[in-house]
Each structure stands twice: as C-alpha cells, then as structure tokens.
C-alpha cells in the first residue's frame, strides 16, 4: 500500500470546529472503506472522549509515545475500530499533552519527532486525519511538518474568524522555506447562518483573504445547527449521530457534501447509509452511553 496521506486540521486559534470536523471526516473515510488513522494532539482531548474513550482509563496515548524516556510506540497506543467504524483507528490524547510544547522544545529536533514516531504507520493507512491544538506551540508545528494537506475552520459566527488564518499560513510559509510540503487543501466556513450579521462580514473579508493570499475556500458551508453540540455532548462525531431530526440531518448532509467537495474521487457513503450500516451491525447511536468525563 502507498504511504497515506496526511492531512492536519488547523486553526491556530480556539473553538473553530477543528475537532467536531475531524471526528466526521475521518468517519466518513472509514466508510468509504480507507484505512484511516485519527490523532488526537490536543491536551483536552475532546477528540478522543467523541470516540466514547477515556483517556483516563487508557494505558498509552500520544503522550507516552512522545515521552522522553521508554517512548512507547505509536502501534502499541493506536485503538482499533473506534465507534465500530470500520478501518478507523485512533491514537488518542490525554491531558499531559500540555506538558508536551515544553518538552518537545526542550529536546533536540523535538519537533520532528512526532514524524518519526508515526513514520512506520504510514505505510498501513490510506489516510490520516489529525486534529491540531488551537494554538502555534511545537505541537501543531510538528503536525505540519508531516501534514501535506491543511484543512481550516473559519467559524462565521465569530468576529475575529479571520485572525487564525493569517498566523497559519505564515507559520506554513515558515515552515515550507525549511522543507516542509504542506498545503492547504481548504478552508472551510463552520457554523453558517445567514441572518447573522457576521456571517455576512466574515464571509466578504474570507473570501478577499482567500483570494488575495491563494488559498482554496470550499464551496460547501456547514450550517449553524444545533446537533453538532449534541453530538459533543453524547461523546460521538456527528456524522454517526442518529437523530430523526432535520437539523441532524442538515448538518450530516453538509459533512458528506464538504468529503466529496475535499475530496471527489472517494466513493464517501450518504449519512443514511451510514445510519443503515450501523444499525444492521448494531453499533447504531440511538442511544449511546457517554463516556465519562475527566473532571
Ligand atoms: N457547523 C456548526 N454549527 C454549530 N455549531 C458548531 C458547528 N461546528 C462546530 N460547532 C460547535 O462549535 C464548538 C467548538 O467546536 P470544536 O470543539 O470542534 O472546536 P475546536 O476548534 O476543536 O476547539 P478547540 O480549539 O477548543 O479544540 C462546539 O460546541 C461545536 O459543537
Ligand atoms: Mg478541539
């Protein structure tokens, strides 16, 4: 199998939407039939609790296999099939990560070992999906230098949207002048609602950044809708969310649209049939349990 390819979720800036998005596309990839591996690199691991895991309870995560002594290797902390979702695997995070900015400047070339560790998985997945912490620390610089694809939020709602992009793609510029090969696949405009006066202003002002600084913006909007906080809160990506409701429906249609917009060669399931999948192999999230929270 070639080496996947890599694709960090990145905003240089919190609550976009990096990690409710990255727990729907890489559930979209995994039933698309691609093997895909999600890493987790945020200290809050909202990612992580989305796949119904503790951290709490886990033996190894990103963490141990970045540790400075007795690293663990990544294999051994990857979990299998989160969710039920067929070909999807997690490397989950916990909350020492946020020790791990300090640590990784601490040690000689810290940055690329993050490449180093997930280097030998490559080989076994089609795709990685990682989600990136909301800031420019070493963490998120050693996720783009293994990315070769960016996909970013930009969350309409929020006055300063556009703040975040500018600081990534400088921090891109930087890094592709010392020998990285990252590129922004998309940015993407989250939590939509035209009767907002901010939708309206941010959306001008994107697309003239956009334009002006040659980045793809993606056609497909996601909506404004509540379900994507419901999701959070039952512990599962919102794409595997199964709720009767038009605005889970909405938001689930956005996310199938925005895979095959990103990404148009792969053959990405319907939500419904990735509700029929699920209910014939009884991972179905009528009713999920939550996992629970660290305090
Ligand atoms: N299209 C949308 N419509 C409505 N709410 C959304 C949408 N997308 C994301 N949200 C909400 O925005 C909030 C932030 O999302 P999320 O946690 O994914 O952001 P984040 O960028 O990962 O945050 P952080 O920087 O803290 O890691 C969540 O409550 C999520 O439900
Ligand atoms: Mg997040």
Redesign the pocket.
């Known amino acids: 199998m070639p080496r996947a390819v890599v694709t960090a979720i990145a905003?240089q800036?919190?609550?976009?939407?990096?990690?409710?998005?990255a727990g729907s596309l890489a559930a979209q990839w995994g039933y698309a039939g691609s093997r895909t591996l999600l890493v987790d690199l945020?200290q809050?691991a909202?990612l992580t609790f989305a796949f119904g895991v503790d951290p709490g309870l886990l033996e190894a995560t990103v963490v141990d296999v970045l540790a400075p002594r007795n690293a663990v290797p990544a294999e051994q902390a990857v979990l299998e099939r989160v969710h039920g979702v067929p070909g999807l695997d997690l490397l989950p995070c916990d909350e020492r990560a946020e020790a791990l900015d300090t640590q990784l400047r601490s040690e000689t070339m810290g940055v690329f070992k993050l490449k180093d560790a997930l280097e030998p998985l490559l080989g076994e997945y089609e795709r990685v999906l990682m989600?990136c912490?909301?800031n420019v620390g070493e963490l998120t610089v050693s996720a783009l230098l293994l990315a070769d694809e960016i996909v970013c939020?930009v969350?309409m709602g929020d006055s300063n949207a556009l703040r975040g992009i500018s600081r990534l793609t400088q921090t891109v510029e930087k890094l592709n002048r010392r020998g990285a090969h990252v590129r922004f696949r998309s940015l993407v405009r989250?939590?939509?609602d035209p009767s907002q006066v901010s939708y309206r202003r941010n959306g001008d002002a994107l697309k003239r950044l956009a334009r002006r600084s040659k980045l793809p913006l993606a056609r497909t909007e996601?909506?404004?809708?509540?379900a994507?906080?419901t999701?959070?809160t039952q512990d599962v990506p919102l794409i595997l969310l199964d709720a009767p409701d038009r605005g889970t429906r909405e938001?689930q249609a956005?996310v199938h649209r925005l895979a095959r917009e990103l990404w148009p060669r792969v053959p990405f399931p319907a939500p419904n049939e990735i509700k029929a999948r699920r209910r014939a192999s009884g991972t179905s999230f009528e009713s999920p349990a939550p996992a629970k929270r660290a305090a």
């Open positions: 905003a800036k919190g609550g976009t939407g990096k990690t409710a998005l945020d809050q909202n989600d912490p909301p939020p969350k989250v939590e939509c996601l909506r404004a809708r509540a994507w906080r999701a959070i938001a956005d």
